[in-house]
């Protein structure tokens, strides 16, 4: 009973595709949910219902489904793929079990200093900011823990220049960085700064004489993410960071997509402070952490002021079960590189193979210097939002999860100099360590039908297959 109880749990709350991994095993969660007596009603979305009316016909005539496609939902659930890898990825069970040691046993203050509770809490605290460090090849004494990439990248934007805002007024970033870098440094030029934003070539990289053009006597620091949450592309960390040294610049880099999944050393390509996130590696959300480096001393004013934790950096309690999952989660990067490299790859190079042989396809961004795991590709003559509502059984997104709120076209394509029409048709796909191949056979399939189906649809469609060149027509102004 108890043990049907626990299945039944792990199947509802883990992703089915957690559950096919036979070699992971659930050890703390699944013996805390059978011992608990909670009447589990989860509701998962059911896919079938949802998409009834919105789901096309292929080609054929056919009515397309989860019910009747290749996908088999006894196998799969009834929730729609997960494929937005980028916007978060699912809590490794193997997390979520050291985690619940803290919600148990182990609740005491880490910063109690005066008894076992806080002392017990603190060593496990440490341990994970060594696993932490250790992927970056930093010193734990390095890691600051923050509630995430987006308050790191607040904490190093603001928080370097206005340390040194006497002798330094200049900062230069990229035109496709993370929203929440960008507004951090408009806020900055609200307060006097000088603000650099470089642009990217049509790949999304920057040109490193562009960079070293741009650096000023009174430039304090150089903010260049390390893999583009939108398209993938990893920018030439090494050689960044060789131009801010020799400039005697700081260097900071938002590692949010990065962490864990390329490989990173903080002293080999000079970095001196790196923004990083949890929950973008199977961690839980509202945690993340701050590399800052201490020889040479990098030095920052806090935005979080307080009892002093955390170096006097982040003050306030930390949130062990969190502190420690991430803890956990980076260690389980190190422990699984190889395959997770190896698997997301192979996945990868059979979704882009698969998708560019769709005609008046197109990858976004550098094909070489990209992390694999994080495919952008535009379906000409396509509404990327309107592919979107038809794919309604594959969790995607058109761009960031922040701005996917709002219909504007991605302004990181923009940079890259797309026009509005392929920037609107554009649409990424994430890969991550629990994707299954079937379900990327699913997605190709899935998506090859529904392309067709909505280019049949558009009158564009219609003028391309009659040889027409839309560039060569006037289109009438409204
Ligand atoms: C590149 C990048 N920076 C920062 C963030 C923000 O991270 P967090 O959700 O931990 O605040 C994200 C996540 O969306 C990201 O992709
Ligand atoms: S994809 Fe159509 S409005 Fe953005």
Redesign the pocket.
């Known amino acids: 009973m108890i043990k049907k109880l626990s299945l039944d749990v792990c199947q509802k709350y883990f992703p089915s595709q957690i559950i096919g991994r036979k070699d992971i095993k659930i050890l703390a969660a699944t013996r805390f949910f059978s011992s608990t007596s909670v009447d589990f009603k989860p509701s998962p979305t059911n896919i079938n219902n949802a998409t009834v009316n919105t789901t096309p016909t292929a080609p054929d005539g056919s009515p397309i489904s989860l019910k009747n496609a290749e996908r088999d939902d006894n196998l799969y659930g009834t929730r729609p793929i997960y494929l937005d890898m980028q916007a978060t990825t699912p809590v490794d069970p193997r997390v979520l079990d050291k985690m619940l040691q803290f919600y148990t046993g182990l609740y005491g203050n880490p910063h109690s200093s005066t008894h076992a509770y806080g002392w017990e809490t603190e060593k496990e605290v440490e341990k994970a900011r060594e696993n932490i460090a250790k992927v970056i090849g930093a010193d734990p004494k390095e890691i600051i823990f923050t509630s995430g990439a987006t308050e790191t990248n607040n904490m190093c934007i603001k928080g370097v220049p206005r340390f040194y805002k006497k002798t330094k007024k200049h900062i230069i970033t990229a035109q496709t960085e993370h929203k929440c870098v960008l507004d951090s440094a408009r806020h900055l030029q609200d307060e006097g700064f000088d603000v650099t934003y470089l642009p990217v070539n049509s790949n999304g990289l920057i040109e490193l004489d562009q960079l070293e053009k741009a650096i000023r006597k009174d430039t304090c620091l150089v903010s260049i993410m390390a893999v583009n949450n939108e398209i993938g592309v990893i920018q030439p960390l090494e050689e960044i960071g060789k131009i801010c040294r020799k400039h005697k610049v700081f260097f900071h880099t938002d590692g949010a997509q990065a962490y864990g999944k390329i490989p990173l050393d903080v002293n080999k390509y000079n970095i001196d402070l790196m923004s990083i996130s949890s929950h973008k590696i199977y961690g839980p959300k509202g945690v993340g952490a701050c590399f800052v480096r201490r020889r040479p001393r990098v030095r920052l004013e806090p935005i979080i002021n307080g009892g002093g934790q955390e170096r006097g950096l982040r003050s306030g309690t930390l949130a062990p079960a969190a502190v420690c999952g991430f803890g956990e989660a980076a260690r389980l990067t190190m422990a699984e590189s190889e395959r997770d490299k190896k698997h997301i790859e192979k996945l990868s190079n059979k979704l882009i193979n698969g998708l560019l042989s769709i005609e008046h396809t197109q990858l976004n961004g550098s094909p070489i210097h990209r992390y694999p795991g994080c495919v952008n590709i535009s379906f000409a003559y396509i509404?990327?939002?309107?592919l979107?509502m038809a794919l309604k059984d594959i969790a995607l997104s058109?761009g960031s999860a922040c701005t996917s709120a709002s219909?504007?076209?991605?302004y990181v394509l923009h940079a890259l100099g797309a026009d509005d029409a392929l920037?609107?048709?554009?649409i990424r796909f994430g890969i991550g360590r629990f994707t299954t191949e079937e379900e990327i056979d699913y997605v190709i399939s899935a998506i090859n039908h529904r392309v067709t189906f909505l280019r049949e649809l558009s009158p564009l469609w219609e003028m391309v297959k009659e040889g027409i060149d839309l560039n060569s027509i006037e289109w009438s102004g409204h």
């Open positions: 509404e990327g939002e309107s979107l058109s219909l504007e076209p991605s920037a609107h048709s554009s």
